[in-house]
């Protein structure tokens, strides 16, 4: 990268200083974390890379919940499951427990509706 471009970057946070110090001296002011930040990033690289929300409002659902599935199944970093190594994801550190050593496999029994397979309930 060019160095001008990163000191004209630098310079245009310097130019917005006074709104940050403004917003970070709220009272219970919230921030995001690195966590949330790298999630949403993975959600924006998915959103434009696919097929943009063609189709019904369902589909477009069905897909951004089955995006969501994987980071919550998916192993965690090493150094997060070097604090629980026997809760190695997050939905296994909400449940307390895994059901099985792969983790598409507890991907999909929390999914099963434990074997529940009544059809949905209509609306309406």
């Avoid at 917005?16 to 709220?26: G, M, Q, S, V, W």
């Avoid at 050593?101 to 991907?107: A, F, G, K, R, V």
Wanted: one cysteine or more.
């Amino acid at each position: 990268m060019d160095k001008e471009v990163v000191r004209e970057k630098v310079l245009s946070l310097c130019d917005k200083r006074e709104a940050f110090l403004k917003a970070y001296a709220h009272p219970g002011c919230r921030r995001t974390s690195d966590l949330v930040d790298r999630l949403l990033r993975r959600l924006d690289s998915h959103l434009y890379c696919g097929p943009h929300l063609h189709g019904s409002t369902g589909t477009a659902g069905r897909g951004l919940r089955g995006w969501a599935l994987i980071p919550n199944f998916a192993p965690s970093c090493p150094w997060t499951v070097r604090t629980s190594p026997e809760l190695r994801s997050p939905a296994e550190r909400l449940n307390g427990e895994r059901y099985h050593t792969e983790w598409l496999q507890n991907l999909l029994v929390s999914a099963s509706l434990g074997g529940d397979r009544r059809a949905p309930q209509k609306a309406g």
